[in-house]
Structures are given as structure tokens and as C-alpha cells.
């Protein structure tokens, strides 16, 4: 079975602040995890994905994540905050291997306040 | 390129009735997938095609949906008996082949759908 929690319904930060939006996760096989931003009224957009290597994945946007084994998290980052970047946060596994669709979290809302 | 497309972006109808909603994919993408995002919650699988048929269809709730792609393109998510639980919005997404689970996987802008 797979899952992911995302323990913040809600994150606020000042712009030009360090953002964090929290992800951990559980899967039996290997994990491929994701992460989509979802702006009012869109539909959800690729952000960045880890599958291996690097524990340090770079994505659209200047947003980056850390894929943590032992804690089992990926937790998304940004160094500076933009006022744009408020929206609706989703992470996401795929067990690999295992089932082909992807599990979501609940989401996080990151308001970015100016 | 265009991305994935949906339609139509709204339906409302009344309880009882049958609806059909369409997808159109990105074009060579081998995958489409279906996903229904209720309020408040994260998108949750319904059914996947690799190709045309349906590989999984684990996530359909009940006998009352189905969905078809009978030309390995488009596809249509269609509800019968339309309850008022139904109602939320409908998320289509495609990636090349689902053997490489590597792929993310692209969104349409998904149907709105509410029963009354």
C-alpha cells in the first residue's frame, strides 16, 4: 500500500522568505515521488520528481525538494518567495513497483504574503 | 505544444441523468489516466489506458462509471445515474508509456461536475 501525508493544510510566509511545504510518505517498493502546484481554476502542474540519484532535485520555478530515505520525506523548498507562488501544493507517490497511478496527499495552500 | 484538454469545463445536471466527459490527450502520449478531486481533497485514481484498453480500473467507485478510449486518443469518462456524491472535479492527465514509471504525468484542466 502507498500513501502520503502532508501534515499543513495551511503554510504562510513573507515574500522573500525561505519556503518549506512538508511530504512524507509511505510505500513497499522503491518511490518515485512528485510534486504539482494547482493555481485556481488549472489543473495541476509537473513541478519536479525525484526517482534516483541526487537526493537534491531542482524543478520549474526555482522550487527544489529533498528526498529523505531514513525519515521518508520530500519536502519541498524554495530559497525566496514570490508573492506568484501562492497556490495549492500536491505531493504525490508512485510505488515502484507496483500500481501505475499516482497517490496524493491532501494538499498544502501556501499563501505568500507580500 | 498543446497540453491536455477537457471538456466541457462545466456540467451541471440534475440527478438521475447520464453524462459524458471527454479528454483529449497530449498528442503521443500512450497513457491517459482519470482522476476525481472532491473539495478540499487531492486528486484519487479512478482508471488508466495504456493504449485503448483499460489497464487498471481499480479506482472506478461503482458499476455505474465507465470510461472508454476506443481509438487510443480521446477518451470518455461517462457516468450513469448521475447522485448528487458524484459531483466533483474530474481530472485527465496522460505520460508516455506507463512501463517506465519515471514519466510524470501532464493534467487537463479537468470538468467541474455538479449533480443537483
Known amino acids: 500500500a502507498q500513501s502520503v501525508a502532508q501534515p499543513e493544510d495551511q503554510v504562510n510566509v513573507a515574500e522573500g522568505n525561505p519556503l518549506t511545504v512538508k511530504c512524507t510518505y509511505s510505500?513497499?517498493?522503491?518511490?518515485?515521488l512528485f510534486w504539482y502546484v494547482q493555481y485556481p481554476n488549472r489543473g495541476l502542474q509537473f513541478l519536479l520528481k525525484?526517482?534516483?540519484?541526487?537526493?537534491l532535485v531542482k524543478g520549474s520555478y526555482g522550487f527544489e525538494a529533498e528526498f529523505n530515505k531514513s525519515q521518508t520525506s520530500f519536502h519541498l523548498k524554495k530559497p525566496s518567495a514570490l508573492v506568484s507562488d501562492s497556490a495549492l501544493y500536491f505531493c504525490a507517490v508512485r510505488d515502484n513497483p507496483g500500481a501505475n497511478n499516482l497517490f496524493f496527499g491532501t494538499g498544502t495552500r501556501l499563501t505568500v504574503i507580500p | 505544444g498543446a497540453g491536455v484538454s477537457q471538456t466541457p469545463s462545466n456540467k451541471v445536471t440534475e440527478k438521475g441523468k447520464y453524462v459524458e466527459l471527454r479528454c483529449d490527450p497530449i498528442s503521443g502520449h500512450t497513457a491517459l489516466y482519470w482522476y476525481r478531486q472532491s473539495l478540499g481533497q487531492g486528486p484519487e485514481f479512478l482508471i488508466y489506458f495504456q493504449g485503448t484498453g483499460a489497464a487498471d480500473d481499480s479506482g472506478l467507485p461503482n458499476d455505474r462509471f465507465f470510461a472508454v478510449r476506443p481509438e487510443g486518443s480521446v477518451s470518455t469518462l461517462k457516468i450513469q445515474r448521475t447522485e448528487r456524491g458524484d459531483s466533483a472535479v474530474y481530472l485527465c492527465?496522460?505520460?508516455?508509456?506507463?512501463?517506465?514509471?519515471?514519466?510524470?504525468?501532464?493534467f487537463g484542466p479537468g470538468t467541474r461536475l455538479t449533480v443537483t
Open positions: 525525484y526517482i534516483t540519484g541526487d537526493n
Open positions: 492527465a496522460s505520460s508516455f508509456q506507463v512501463t517506465l514509471p519515471s514519466y510524470e504525468q501532464y
Open positions: 510505500v513497499s517498493g522503491n518511490p518515485y
